[in-house]
């Protein structure tokens, strides 16, 4: 039965996902035109090596922490 419930879930959100595109995304459309999704990608990319970089620290001060004791 846990199978059953998995794999409606699964075809559920498959449908969705296909449902969506064949929308077209007007935002995007336009950013691509004059050339901005590059910034936008630019700026999306800086954040997540932002947050990579956070973590990474943080996990080396937990490991020095945890060494100490």
Known sequence: MKKFIILAVLLVSFVTAFAQQSQSVEMAD?????????????????IFIGLAIYLFS????LKKIEKEK
Request: no cysteine; hydrophobic share 50%; glycine share 10%.
């Open 30 to 46: 336009t950013f691509r035109g004059s050339g901005k999704i590059y910034v936008v990608i630019a700026v999306i990319v800086i």
């Open 58 to 61: 943080i996990d080396r001060r």
